[in-house]
């Protein structure tokens, strides 16, 4: 209790170390992102083989067996191990001027980045929720949608490991009203995902085409879980707008087909990262409104 108190007392320092932890989770967060993706093919892969019974060696190519742990850190081109000075969250990738110290073969900017953009997220959340359980969840919250969001960019892919906790994280934590009470928060999850489930259903019925996946249904229904079923239209028209802006850009300036599927679950994460800050004022403006408060 003192170290929270300390931390209760000098903000800054609060700041300064959630900064700094949050740069170490964002680094675990790029081994998430690069491998658990790898690890579930590879497992689907193995369900077939087992399935079909087909002789794994008449496979020509297998995707790789790896965990979150081993093989350790290497460079994908030389496979050289990254020795830990060269493992240091941004500063690092700054000594190395981007590239690897072996082979020299350019390391992505996307990994600081995502180590960068998990700072600011957790350290604007720390400032707004203070030394609180709030707080807490709000950056499990965060760092799970990052997660989220760049395997369904890379792979259009919502994994339910990730959707799952973020949802039964939701139903627990409501047990002690840490975002919204618990009966909000179960009609919030079944009516987001009864929602969008009905709305591809009848995208289908109408365009014979699928319009979304079942795991932006289970996100949409984390995202219940967690602010309550009267945050979702907030959510979703926010989600909505958002989508059409980027997909529409995205299409026009790559000149692609109307029919390219793009994932939706980015524009979801980004909403429901917003209702953490605005979503129940908004809600509340909205029904003052319509007079139903």
Request: proline letters at 5%; charged letters at 15%; one cysteine or more.
């Amino acid at each position: 209790m003192d170290f929270i108190t300390t931390l209760q007392a000098n903000p800054l320092m609060y700041y300064i170390l959630i900064g700094l932890f949050s740069l170490c989770i964002g680094s675990f967060l790029n081994v998430v992102i690069y491998r658990f993706p790898k690890m579930l093919y590879r497992n689907w892969e193995e369900d077939c083989i087992e399935t079909l019974n087909i002789p794994p060696e008449t496979i020509p190519e297998r995707t790789e067996a790896i965990t979150l742990s081993r093989p350790s850190s290497h460079c994908p081109k030389c496979t050289a191990k990254i020795r830990w000075f060269e493992n240091i969250p941004v500063l690092s990738y700054l000594f190395l001027r981007g590239r690897c110290g072996h082979c020299h073969e350019k390391i992505s900017f996307l990994f600081p980045a995502i180590e960068i953009l998990t700072a600011i997220l957790s350290v604007i959340i720390a400032i707004y929720f203070g030394v609180t359980w709030q707080a807490f969840f709000a950056m499990l919250f965060t760092w799970l949608l990052i997660t989220a969001t760049l395997i369904d960019i890379d792979h259009q892919l919502l994994p339910d490991s990730i959707t799952y906790i973020l949802l039964w994280m939701g139903l627990l934590i409501s047990l002690e009203s840490v975002f919204v009470d618990t009966r909000s928060a179960v009609i919030g999850a079944a009516a987001g995902y009864l929602s969008l489930w009905a709305f591809a259903k009848l995208f289908k019925a109408i365009t014979g085409k699928e319009g979304m996946g079942y795991g932006d249904f289970k996100l949409f229904a984390a995202l219940g879980a967690w602010f309550g079923w009267l945050v979702l239209p907030f959510i979703i028209i926010i989600g909505s707008l958002v989508g059409a802006i980027i997909s529409a850009s995205i299409l026009g300036f790559f000149k692609l087909g109307r029919d390219t599927p793009l994932p939706f679950g980015p524009y979801l994460a980004l909403a429901g990262w917003l209702a953490l800050f605005f979503g129940h004022d908004v809600t509340h403006w909205y029904m003052d409104i319509a007079g139903l408060l």
